[in-house]
Nanobody, 118 residues
Framework: QVQLVESGGGSVQAGGSLRLSCAAS??????MGWFRQAPGKEREFVAG??????AYADSVKGRFTISRDNAKNTVDLQMNALKPEDTAVYYC???????????????WGKGTPVTVSS
């Protein structure tokens, strides 16, 4: 059974940091990504990895860093200089390949909430 389980969400003040972790079980993924969904908004891409290549949404470039540990089958998202507009539920997703878009991801975690207060 394939599972993606996120952890590390929480509440932080603006300017603070959080580190999210996603543990995958059941298979390895060539493509893994972090997405987020704020209340009343559509789910959007945040950061992604295809093997060792990384990609970031413009809104998080320079503040967020995605990394993976292939031995542990985990993907982390280090979030620094957090802003209130980063408040959302953050989801880990994986696929065999393809683009970093919601429709291309094959498996999803249940999400972990992040709240950034001003």
């Amino acid at each position: 059974q394939v599972q993606l389980v996120e952890s590390g969400g929480g509440s932080v003040q603006a300017g603070g940091s959080l580190r999210l972790s996603c543990a995958a079980s059941g298979r390895a993924f060539y493509t893994m990504g972090w997405f987020r969904q704020a209340p009343g908004k559509e789910r959007e891409f945040v950061a992604g990895l295809q093997w060792i290549s990384t990609a970031y949404a413009d809104s998080v470039k320079g503040r967020f860093t995605i990394s993976r540990d292939n031995a542990k089958n985990t993907v982390d998202l280090q979030m620094n200089a957090l802003k209130p507009e980063d408040t959302a539920v953050y989801y880990c997703a994986g696929s065999s390949g393809g683009a970093f878009v919601v429709g291309a991801m094959e498996y999803w975690g249940k999400g972990t909430p992040v709240t950034v207060s001003s």
